[in-house]
């Protein structure tokens, strides 16, 4: 019964971020479509630090789904909005705040998490990043029962993914659409009672919030750790380097093994921009210079020939 669902669920959908984004638009056209929408309040963003709202909340309003926007979701009056909506699940993700029992308590089947790792590896705040940076073959998302702890709930649905080259934005959208799918059915046989609830097994491993400084590159490691970490953090926040002085985010990358040579070192071969480093070297595919937009590696060497390049 994907995505062409009889039986209607009352759901309020947390979620903040731009996968969170991803998946209630996949959630939508599968005919998912929650009672409220709970999301981050509005903040200044862009270099006029003007308020502007999480996409979600701009999903929410343009199929005219309610949305709300509290500080503080533990809040004892908004907890009782939410009481009052008698909703049967909650389903959050990449919310970006941790919900109390109370809120855990609200419906009446259950409140349920879909968070983009295999659980119980890479439980936290940056699960895709961790995954790609540390060379992983695979990833996927678990769907399970929330309770008072940070994803240790018990699982109703995990899903393998393979990582490949994918940058974390690619596998963000690959794993929104197929949760997307599953997910009515996944409801469905929660609620009749047709799935049992198992216990997350294995070895858990965290997923730290990326800091500041793991941003830049270092292009004295081997080109696959490179690109691992390039494409961890694309599109967002972006990978830093300097181009000719010049601060740049690098967003899609290719490796070669067979080049070698001084790291750092960029070189220019047949209309395309690599980049050597401790071993191998990597070709880049988009990048954004520092003022503008993002662009492929052809049209930054033809519009913005570098003076340091060979």
């Known amino acids: 019964m994907e995505g062409d669902a009889e039986r209607k669920f009352r759901i309020a959908f947390f979620g903040s971020g731009n996968f969170a984004h991803r998946v209630l638009l996949n959630l939508i056209e599968n005919n998912v479509i929650p009672d409220i929408v709970v999301t981050s309040p509005d903040a200044p963003s862009g270099r006029g630090r003007q308020l502007r709202a999480t996409k979600v909340k701009e999903v929410a309003l ?3 789904i309610p949305c709300l926007q509290p500080y503080d979701p533990n809040n004892p009056g908004f907890i009782e909005e939410v009481k009052n909506r008698e909703i049967e699940y909650i389903l959050l993700t990449d919310y970006g705040k941790i919900l109390k029992k109370e809120l855990f308590d609200i419906p009446k089947i259950a409140p349920l998490n879909l968070h983009p ?3 119980p590896k890479y439980r936290g705040a940056s699960p895709l990043e961790r995954a790609i940076m540390n060379g992983e073959k695979y990833t ?3 769907i399970f029962i929330m309770d008072e702890k940070v994803d240790t709930g018990d699982i109703l649905y995990q899903k393998k993914v393979e990582i490949d080259d994918k940058t974390r934005g690619e596998l963000e ?3 929104a659409s197929l949760a997307g799918k599953i997910m009515y059915d996944v409801m469905l046989k929660k609620a009749d009672n047709k799935i049992k609830p198992k216990p997350q097994k294995g070895k858990s491993t965290y997923a730290k919030k990326i800091k500041e400084d793991e941003l830049w590159i270092d292009w004295k490691k081997d080109a696959e750790e490179v ?3 390039i494409h961890a953090l694309s599109p967002l926040p ?3 380097t300097h181009f000719d ?3 740049t985010k690098i967003f899609k990358v290719k490796v ?3 080049k070698n040579g001084s790291a750092g070192r960029i070189k220019i071969e047949n209309g395309v921009l690599y980049v050597f480093c401790g071993k191998g070297a990597i070709e880049i595919i988009e990048l954004q210079p520092a003022g503008k937009k993002i662009m492929e590696a052809k049209e930054y060497i033809l519009g913005y020939h570098p003076l340091w390049a060979e």
């Open 62 to 64: 343009q199929k005219g």
């Open 117 to 119: 790792s295999l659980l």
């Open 140 to 142: 996927g998302f678990t």
């Open 173 to 175: 959208e690959e794993i």
């Open 227 to 229: 690109k691992n970490k």
């Open 238 to 240: 972006g990978a830093r």
């Open 245 to 247: 002085g010049k601060y």
């Open 256 to 258: 070669h093994k067979d």
